[in-house]
């Protein structure tokens, strides 16, 4: 790897954010690729620049080819996160299926007896208030944030924290109606339709769940088809 390659992919680490080394294996040139940019000697068309978002949003690293011939592309992203306010009962099935599929998880309820090690085993827990536990966890591109509570004074100030963040995945528990009253309260705080808009509610796949087993299902499934779809333009 050339240094002046070497100093940009650190500085990118460092700020946790995703990025590619695409190095065309009989020359190699070398590009770094972003979701939104790329740099460097190695030409790519925009077949290949899409190969290579694709291996980031797949998180794996492949060989593509090119019509100059075969680009090793190498991902470098930062870990999954999931960052669930509220250890209420859902969040029980939903936080070990997280973990199981390579999210390190979260959860932050300032209510002591909810959230208990008994209850979540070998998760970080965070008992401040979500706003407070929020702003340190600094939710990045490669995290999901989901509101559980259906208690406005604890999800509001979260979700206020995540749409101020680039989150990948912003999702509310709630019916229709309390989600309308979320809509409002967010507006008065100065949030805009296309920042509220960013909000998955009712939050999950439609996959007919009614346990919060099968709930915890429908919104891991959304969570997950939302890291691996490309981002509209």
Do not use: C
């Not at 995290?143 to 208690?151: F, G, I, N, P, Q």
């Amino acid at each position: 790897m050339k240094t002046d390659t070497l100093d940009v992919l650190r500085r990118t680490r460092a700020a946790k954010d995703p990025v590619a080394l695409a190095t065309h294996l009989a020359s190699g040139a070398e590009r770094l690729v972003w979701p939104d940019r790329s740099q460097g000697a190695l030409e790519l068309d925009e077949a290949a620049l899409a190969a290579a978002r694709a291996a980031l949003r797949d998180d794996r690293s492949r060989t593509i080819e090119t019509p100059a011939g075969p680009v090793f592309v190498n991902v470098y992203n930062p870990p999954r996160r999931l960052v669930v306010v509220g250890a209420v009962h859902i969040a029980q099935p939903l936080v070990p299926m997280a973990a199981i599929s390579g999210f390190q998880v979260v959860v932050i309820d300032p209510r002591h007896g909810f959230a208990t090690d008994a209850r979540f085993p070998q998760v970080t827990l965070d008992t401040d208030w979500p706003d407070e536990a929020m702003e340190r966890v600094r939710p990045d591109v490669r995290t999901a944030v989901v509101t559980l509570t259906h208690d406005p004074k604890l999800d509001d100030p979260a979700l206020a924290v995540a749409l101020r963040s680039p989150a990948f995945y912003i999702g509310a528990l709630g019916s229709r109606r309390t989600h309308a009253a979320r809509v409002e309260r967010l507006k008065a705080l100065g949030f805009g339709d296309n920042e509220i808009g960013r909000i998955d509610a009712p939050i999950g796949l439609d996959i007919g769940a009614i346990s919060p087993a099968e709930i915890a299902i429908s919104i891991l499934a959304k969570i997950t088809q939302t890291l691996h779809t490309e981002p509209a333009e």
